[in-house]
């Protein structure tokens, strides 16, 4: 009998994209603790990526890609996260958004984007307001009509990657209704330098001030139309998993290798740490296989693919963070050095369940559908 690949699994024919990850993985880790440390953008990084083919494999094959599944695409995020987290996430952004405008876009700006990430133009997302927190789908700054287009006075905050990006995926309010554009950098939008943060630094996801912004009538995305799986909704609790792994290789090396000085054995084989590690690993286990539940329901384009990240997301954010924090406790006065992993990846994990939509927000909708489900049963 054969037996046939895990239906979660990358499948067979897109196993090379897993391995380009991989070797690309080895040397962003090389300069992980340096970028953390400048908070510079990872350039180089994201060259390679755009170098590899992987870009454009994500885009539909009428756009010229390979319509990369969910399920590779989330191995690979895993991956790159591991190694360099903020290069994982910019990339997921500049993903989601050059595919949100590839999807949404009328058929000529739409093949106009897909052209442009081919080219290694670079996408990010200006979604999230100062006011508007977690709620970054629901706009609260109107754009005002105008002669070809939209004008928007305000600002965006966290927008990943957005002082090396060609194109921007914006949101606002028209006509009283949330409306998406595509729209080029000009000189009604600023800069301001806020990323000084405890993790995900390299991400440099700095605020944005808009101030009478057209935002171009022809670049206003249409409609959505039926179940369209999102590249970040999707993505984003591959972010976590890959800090999750990252932080338990980092507390199972420091725990082989440190010796505890009256037992004379490694702190390995300590029992409480055996518990926790069976914790730590049991938790991960399960957060991979819901968030690859999520993304084959991403490949089926099931309408449960919206409710799944309401779950997949919280529970890899909370592996991560909690097996992190297994490694300070792990990693003892060495891990709290700054030349230790443990630390940095403890910062970076604090991020995922942070991000829209945040472990709170998920888990109220979570907690009201539960409570409502059990009352009507
Ligand atoms: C590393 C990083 C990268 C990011 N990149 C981007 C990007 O590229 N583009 C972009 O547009 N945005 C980006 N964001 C923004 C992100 O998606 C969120 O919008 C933002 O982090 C929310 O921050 P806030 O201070 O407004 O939090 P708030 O929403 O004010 O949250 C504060 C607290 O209130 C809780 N809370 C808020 N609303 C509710 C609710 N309705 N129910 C229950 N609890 C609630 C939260 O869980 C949290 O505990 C990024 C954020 C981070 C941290």
């Known amino acids: 009998m054969t037996v046939s690949a895990h239906p979660f699994a990358p499948p067979a024919h897109e196993a090379h994209w897993v391995v380009t990850a991989r070797e690309l993985a080895t040397g962003f880790a090389a300069t992980a603790a340096e970028l953390d440390e400048s908070a510079e953008i990872p350039l180089a990084n994201l060259r390679a990526l755009h170098a590899s083919g992987l870009d454009a494999a994500t885009l539909p094959e009428e756009h010229g890609g390979q319509n990369l599944s969910y399920r590779t695409f989330g191995a690979v995020l895993r991956l790159l996260s591991a190694a360099c987290p903020s290069t994982a996430c910019i990339w997921l952004m500049h993903i ?66 957005c002082e090396i990006a ?84 980092a507390l199972t090396e420091h725990a082989r290798s440190r010796t505890i000085p009256t037992t004379r054995q490694p702190l390995s084989d300590m029992q409480w740490l055996e518990f926790e590690a069976a914790d730590a690993a049991l938790k991960l286990d399960a957060a991979a296989m819901y968030a690859g539940h999520s993304m084959w329901l991403a490949d089926q384009n099931s309408p449960g693919f919206i409710g799944s990240t309401v779950r997949a997301k919280p529970l890899a954010n909370e592996a991560a963070r909690d097996i992190a924090q297994l490694g300070v406790r792990v990693g003892g006065g060495s891990g709290y050095l700054r030349t230790s992993p443990i630390q940095r990846i403890f910062r970076d994990a604090q991020a995922g369940g942070l991000m829209a939509y945040s472990v709170e927000v998920c888990k109220a909708h979570l907690g009201k559908e539960t409570l409502t489900a059990l009352a009507n049963e």
């Open 166 to 249: 060609d194109h921007f995926l914006v949101n606002a309010l028209v006509d009283g209704t949330p409306a998406f554009f595509g729209h080029a950098p000009d000189d009604t939008m600023t800069y301001v330098p806020i990323w000084d943060t405890m993790g995900l630094r390299a991400s440099r996801s700095q605020l944005l001030t808009f101030d009478g912004t057209l935002l171009r009538a022809d670049r206003r995305c249409l409609p959505p139309s039926g179940p369209r799986p999102n590249h970040i909704a999707a993505g984003l609790a591959y972010l976590s998993l890959g800090i999750a792994d990252a932080a338990l290789a």
């Open 96 to 161: 989601g958004a050059a595919g949100g405008l590839v999807q949404m876009s009328a058929p000529e700006a739409a093949s106009f984007y897909a052209d442009e990430l081919k080219a290694g133009k670079r996408f990010a997302n200006a979604l999230s307001e100062p006011a508007c927190g977690n709620l970054f789908l629901l706009p609260q700054q109107t754009a005002e009509p105008a002669e070809g287009g939209f004008r928007l006075t305000g600002a965006k905050r966290f927008v990943s990657g």
